[in-house]
């Protein structure tokens, strides 16, 4: 059997996945169709487990050193303030790091960049598409393309979709993406005000629910990053105009002078699972198998979790295991992103956004009566951790 495996995407995803097969001394190449990694706003928020789960390779203090540690993390209302502010340190024994991380993707994916480069197993090509993908009862070919325009054909003993939400990989396998895509525009805003200074007692993770306009803010280095859902019928000039970023962050906190921003950011937003996550010899990962909204940091954390469990089962199969194995990767990893990520991440937006005020109040009320219970209260944190999804599905065959 062929000793290598083909990665299609090189975000941290299909980074991390080439880090743990060259580890165990299987080659890999990762071809990625940009012209290198991009350093934009993307996720930021790594969860506990997943702190965890990179410490083997040397990156965590780096990630620490140039991000924020963010102890705890709240859901608060527009008008009346916190509701509930729950408390990682609940989870201390039963994870390494017990807090979130506010920390660019970009950065991580850099550093495992910079790890695979010293490794003669990893071979990696910016500026190359995917094309097409066979397949046969021993391998896989992939054809693909570089920026001039010059046709290359890779083989392997198994390919590897980490190509994000639009997957050439995924289309290939002929696999439908079912779900939805959220009526609303999201629009990020990154700016330099410090919004301590107008909620002394906001977490540097904080949900803010609102009948009529919800936010999230969150704390990275030197700035705030700010979320509104926007209304999808505006044209991209107005969702992304100077004046739509200064009347919402003025709405969310008022200050006699213009914010000051960085960055403005509008994407759409999908709840979606692949039907598959497996077809014979090529598999799917991250936001290639799964997506959804932004609101509880899953999606990056999931996708790192499933590069963790489809690149130890690879190992396992390159080392003797039959290649139905890879059937297992499949239940599991898509059980969690159904059970775990799209209800969790869906759930945070309904309380957010919930209207009637007697539904309002029994989603704080229920919040409420978490908090106060230490042992619901660590229950709950084990959950949109992640950290329950991982012991739920070792079970699962």
């Given at each position: 059997m062929l000793q290598n495996v083909v990665i299609v995407g090189a975000g941290p995803v299909g980074l991390l996945s080439a880090c743990l097969l060259v580890d165990e001394g299987i080659s890999v190449t990762i071809i990625e169709a940009a012209a290198d990694l991009p350093r934009d706003l993307r996720a930021s928020t790594f969860h506990p487990p997943t702190l965890d789960m990179l410490e083997r390779f040397g990156v965590v203090d780096s990630m620490i050193a140039q991000g924020l540690i963010c102890p705890t993390w709240q859901f608060r209302d527009r008008t009346e303030g916190v509701v509930a502010t729950f408390e990682l340190g609940l989870l201390k024994g039963?994870?390494?790091?017990?807090?979130?991380?506010?920390?660019?993707?970009?950065?991580?994916?850099?550093?495992?960049?910079?790890?695979?480069?010293?490794?003669?197993?990893?071979?990696?090509?910016?500026?190359?598409?995917?094309?097409?993908?066979?397949?046969?009862?021993?391998?896989?070919?992939?054809?693909?393309?570089?920026?001039?325009?010059k046709a290359h054909m890779l083989t392997a003993a198994f390919c590897i979709g980490a190509d994000g939400i639009g997957s050439v990989?995924?289309?290939?396998?002929?696999?439908?993406?079912?779900?939805?895509?959220?009526?609303?525009?999201?629009?990020?805003?990154?700016?330099?005000?410090?919004?301590?200074?107008?909620?002394?007692?906001?977490?540097?993770i904080s949900y803010i629910s609102d009948p009529n306009e919800w936010f999230v803010l969150i704390r990275t280095v030197g700035l705030w990053r700010a979320l509104f859902p926007v209304d999808a019928t505006l044209t991209d000039a107005q969702v992304t105009s100077p004046e739509l970023a200064e009347k919402l962050l003025q709405g969310a906190a008022h200050l006699s002078h213009p914010y000051d921003v960085k960055h403005r950011t509008a994407y759409r937003v999908h709840e979606r699972v692949a039907t598959k996550y497996?077809?014979?010899?090529?598999?799917?990962?991250?936001?290639?198998?799964?997506?959804?909204?932004?609101?509880?940091?899953?999606?990056?954390?999931?996708?790192?979790?499933?590069?963790?469990?489809?690149?130890?089962?690879?190992?396992?199969?390159?080392?003797?295991?039959?290649?139905?194995?890879?059937?297992?990767?499949?239940?599991?990893?898509?059980?969690?992103?159904?059970?775990?990520?799209?209800?969790?991440?869906?759930r945070n937006r309904a309380i957010l956004n919930t209207r009637d005020p007697a539904s309002r109040a029994a989603y704080y009320d229920e919040l409420r009566r978490t908090v106060d219970d230490p042992v619901a209260h660590k229950a709950y944190l084990m959950r949109t951790s992640m950290m329950s999804s991982l012991k739920d599905v070792a079970s699962i065959s």
């Open positions: 039963e994870t390494n790091h017990p807090y979130r991380l506010q920390c660019e993707q970009w950065r991580l994916g850099e550093m495992l960049l910079e790890r695979l480069k010293t490794k003669n197993l990893a071979t990696i090509h910016f500026g190359m598409k995917a094309i097409a993908i066979r397949q046969s009862a021993s391998g896989v070919e992939i054809d693909a393309e570089d920026a001039d325009g990989v995924r289309k290939h396998m002929n696999v439908e993406f079912e779900g939805m895509t959220i009526p609303e525009i999201y629009l990020t805003l990154s700016t330099t005000y410090d919004f301590t200074k107008a909620m002394p007692d906001i977490s540097n497996v077809e014979n010899r090529v598999a799917i990962a991250g936001d290639a198998a799964h997506v959804n909204n932004p609101l509880g940091g899953m999606g990056l954390n999931g996708g790192i979790h499933d590069a963790y469990n489809l690149a130890s089962t690879l190992v396992e199969i390159l080392k003797g295991a039959p290649v139905e194995r890879l059937g297992r990767y499949e239940r599991q990893r898509r059980k969690v992103a159904q059970d775990v990520v799209q209800q969790t991440s869906m």
